[in-house]
């Protein structure tokens, strides 16, 4: 077995996740709730300012709607509203998005800001620029370009942990040969060209590429199930991200 599968076996997407350990201690008595909540509020931004924007707001009001409502969700406690048995993260945050844009964040907005405070840096330019990818897609709606984005950072987050893997096993040079394999049909991985950059036979490069797609899908899976709650249905949630990856 080699390094990047050895640490599969250790792998378990039945632990307590991120968004388990935040439902927990939805009272705020937990820090480690707290920093679990603001890595949420960090890593999943982008969908919810996806959503507002399609919703007809500017740039700057997107932006400053997206910090408010995490400023609110942080300040307010509204975790402790959620479902503990069926809240998915997902489906959590864009309701709350719902209620939140009914008006509530003006009369919030004028009052003088205190309490906890979610350091979340948006820098427009690049968001603009990721949100003007959907243009060719002007007819989605707002929710389904939500879980559609929300779908995307998934899997950028498990390209992300799969690099971070193959780095610190001296791998980085394989991992930068064997990505753009990931997502392409075998029949269109150019193997006798990937055998030569790597240095290997053209069946060790297969093997490679087989080795590189199953670990994704462990680590796909795992970064899935950190958005659900304890006994979700971890298949249809990836069916359902499949089908939003398809909407895009």
Not at 84 to 89: A, C, F, H, S, T
Not at 201 to 228: D, G, P
Not at 236 to 245: D, G, I, N, V
């Amino acid at each position: 077995m080699d390094e990047i599968s050895k640490e599969s076996a250790h792998d378990d997407i039945f632990v307590t996740t991120r968004w388990t350990v935040v439902l927990h201690a939805a009272d705020g008595s937990s820090p480690d709730a707290e920093r679990a909540l603001e890595e949420i509020c960090k890593t999943y931004w982008f969908p919810l300012y996806a959503y507002i924007r399609r919703r007809g707001h500017t740039p700057e009001d997107a932006e400053d709607l997206t910090q408010e409502f995490f400023r609110q969700l942080l300040e307010k406690n509204w975790i402790a509203d959620a479902d503990r048995e069926k809240g998915k993260l997902r489906a959590f945050l864009i309701t709350a998005l719902k209620h939140f844009m009914t008006g509530e964040w003006r009369k919030a907005s004028a009052e003088k800001r205190g309490g906890r405070q979610v350091h979340l840096s948006i820098d427009t330019e690049i968001a603009e620029g990721r949100y003007a990818s959907t243009a060719q897609s002007p007819s989605i709606e707002a929710e389904v370009l939500f879980d559609h984005q929300w779908a995307l950072i998934l899997l950028e987050l498990t390209v992300q942990r799969l690099k971070n893997e193959y780095s610190d096993a001296g791998k980085a040079d394989e991992f930068t040969a064997l990505k753009d394999g990931l997502f392409l049909a075998h029949q269109r991985v150019d193997y006798p060209a990937l055998a030569t950059r790597l240095g290997k036979s053209e069946n060790a490069s297969r093997v490679a590429v087989h080795r590189m797609r199953k670990r994704f899908r462990e680590l796909y899976r795992n970064e899935v199930a950190q958005t659900l709650p304890p006994g979700a249905d971890l298949g249809e949630e990836m069916r359902h991200l499949a089908e939003s990856l398809a909407c895009g």
